[in-house]
């Protein structure tokens, strides 16, 4: 009952995982970035000594933003936050490292997206985490025949850290315990020899609910700048981590889009999103078929193509194109290089021509956001609302710091 009990808590995590609600058919976003420029990293830059200069000479020191940029990013994080100079200096690190200029614009977007999935906690509290958690379990308990005080007995067992697996599940928190949790019931699993061939389902945690896998690619693209304390996967669910990571997935890729709204649902949804759903209401319009406005051009769940992918193939002959460069052209739909494809450009300029207009050229996704935490119908166009008023908010501030 023991083992058996291991891999049905590992398992039942899967389903509870997930702090921020991403659309169920869309992949993890990856970085669309260039590596950064082969000299050092600005955070401690090795400075060859000049002839001149002894040979004791220091490294240089970090850079510091201009005072104008210094002033914003202070202005963007409201009075009264807890440790408000550290979470100061991690967006300013955050910038820097990454070459994202200081604007306003820029730091009060990256403050609205942490004040919106955080609230400023480094490490935010999900309510009635255990109570998610255990409802998950007796719900994969019930499915297995096996009694729910059955399965709580055996999750009685001492966990590394001292507690019983049931009492850290009664006193769940964050999703960084519970990826600790899974952490140590997999290793022990492993001692165990039992079959756990199942990545760590806790995928997103942090400040600003980063994505792992997202973390994990961008440092293997763009050196991540910190010591690492144990993995770029704990890296995420720290401040410093979870902000560097954070205005990389937001603000670190060439968005096509004239109001920070797009963005944020970017941010929500998966990168271009809006410029895809925007693509998908011009498909609309020149195939005939209803389409759904979700940013998703592929589909990701099964081999059958997509409703989008579907319509742009039955105006191959219209477009002037074959299915071979359609479908190359579409797998391409998360990278900023969509955005200048043939496929892209044609479909834009007919319906460009049938519409009398120049249609826009970014939408806001349509998209329901599923969660066990999530009580109520929300969408992306509601978190990416809730975020711009904060966003508007935010400058007003930074108005007066400029």
């Given at each position: 009952?023991?083992?058996?009990s291991?891999?049905?808590?590992?398992?039942?995590?899967?389903?509870?995982?997930?702090?921020?609600?991403?659309?169920?058919?869309?992949?993890?976003?990856?970085?669309?970035?260039?590596?950064?420029?082969?000299?050092?990293?600005?955070?401690?830059?090795?400075?060859?000594?000049?002839?001149a200069?002894?040979?004791?000479?220091?490294?240089?020191?970090?850079?510091?933003?201009?005072?104008?940029?210094a002033?914003?990013?202070?202005?963007?994080?409201?009075?009264?936050v807890?440790?408000?100079?550290?979470?100061?200096?991690?967006?300013?690190?955050?910038f820097?490292?990454?070459?994202?200029?200081?604007?306003?614009?820029?730091?009060?977007?990256?403050?609205?997206?942490?004040?919106?999935?955080?609230?400023?906690?480094?490490?935010?509290?999900v309510?009635?985490?255990?109570?998610?958690?255990?409802?998950?379990?007796e719900?994969?308990?019930?499915?297995?025949?096996?009694p729910?005080?059955?399965?709580?007995?055996?999750?009685?067992?001492?966990?590394?850290?001292?507690?019983?697996?049931?009492?850290?599940?009664?006193?769940?928190?964050t999703?960084?315990?519970?990826?600790?949790?899974?952490?140590?019931?997999?290793?022990?699993?492993?001692?165990?020899?039992?079959?756990?061939?199942?990545?760590?389902?806790?995928?997103?945690?942090?400040?600003?609910?980063?994505?792992?896998?997202?973390?994990?690619?961008?440092?293997?693209?763009?050196?991540?700048?910190?010591?690492?304390?144990?993995?770029?996967?704990?890296?995420?669910?720290?401040?410093?981590?979870?902000?560097?990571?954070?205005?990389?997935?937001?603000?670190q890729?060439?968005?096509?889009?004239?109001?920070?709204?797009y963005?944020?649902?970017?941010?929500?949804?998966?990168?271009?999103?809006?410029?895809?759903?925007?693509?998908?209401?011009?498909?609309?319009?020149?195939?005939?078929r209803?389409?759904?406005?979700?940013?998703?051009?592929?589909?990701?769940?099964?081999?059958?193509?997509?409703g989008?992918?579907?319509?742009?193939l039955?105006?191959?002959?219209?477009?002037?194109m074959?299915?071979?460069?359609?479908?190359?052209?579409?797998?391409?739909?998360?990278?900023?290089?969509?955005?200048?494809?043939?496929?892209?450009?044609?479909?834009?300029?007919?319906?460009?021509?049938?519409?009398?207009?120049?249609?826009?050229?970014?939408?806001m996704?349509?998209?329901?956001?599923?969660?066990?935490?999530?009580?109520?119908?929300?969408?992306?166009?509601?978190?990416?609302?809730?975020?711009?008023?904060?966003?508007?908010?935010?400058l007003?501030?930074?108005?007066?710091a400029?």
């Amino acid at each position: 009952m023991r083992k058996f009990s291991l891999l049905l808590l590992c398992a039942l995590l899967a389903a509870c995982a997930g702090p921020r609600p991403l659309p169920s058919s869309a992949p993890a976003p990856l970085p669309d970035i260039a590596p950064p420029p082969s000299e050092p990293l600005p955070q401690a830059p090795i400075v060859e000594p000049s002839p001149a200069a002894p040979a004791t000479q220091p490294q240089a020191s970090a850079p510091t933003p201009r005072p104008a940029s210094a002033a914003f990013i202070a202005a963007a994080v409201p009075p009264g936050v807890r440790d408000r100079q550290g979470w100061i200096a991690d967006i300013a690190g955050a910038f820097r490292h990454l070459r994202i200029p200081s604007t306003a614009e820029n730091a009060c977007a990256l403050a609205a997206v942490i004040e919106q999935e955080s609230s400023w906690q480094a490490d935010p509290v999900v309510p009635g985490l255990p109570q998610i958690v255990w409802g998950k379990i007796e719900e994969r308990a019930h499915r297995y025949l096996v009694p729910l005080a059955v399965v709580k007995g055996a999750l009685m067992k001492t966990s590394p850290n001292g507690q019983s697996y049931k009492t850290r599940i009664d006193n769940l928190r964050t999703e960084r315990e519970m990826n600790l949790l899974y952490e140590d019931m997999s290793r022990e699993a492993k001692k165990l020899g039992l079959p756990l061939d199942m990545k760590n389902p806790i995928r997103t945690g942090g400040p600003m609910q980063v994505s792992v896998e997202f973390a994990e690619a961008h440092a293997r693209i763009w050196p991540y700048p910190y010591p690492v304390q144990g993995s770029i996967r704990h890296e995420v669910f720290s401040r410093r981590g979870g902000v560097y990571f954070g205005a990389a997935i937001l603000l670190q890729y060439p968005a096509p889009y004239q109001d920070m709204r797009y963005r944020f649902a970017d941010f929500n949804a998966g990168r271009y999103s809006s410029r895809n759903a925007a693509f998908q209401a011009a498909l609309t319009r020149l195939s005939g078929r209803r389409l759904a406005l979700d940013g998703d051009l592929l589909n990701y769940q099964g081999k059958a193509a997509s409703g989008s992918q579907q319509a742009a193939l039955s105006l191959a002959g219209r477009l002037g194109m074959s299915a071979a460069a359609i479908q190359r052209d579409l797998a391409q739909e998360k990278n900023a290089a969509f955005g200048q494809s043939p496929l892209y450009r044609q479909v834009f300029a007919l319906a460009d021509r049938q519409a009398g207009r120049a249609l826009p050229r970014e939408a806001m996704p349509q998209i329901d956001l599923k969660s066990p935490k999530i009580s109520r119908k929300l969408t992306t166009e509601w978190f990416a609302g809730r975020v711009d008023g904060r966003y508007r908010r935010c400058l007003a501030r930074a108005a007066g710091a400029g």
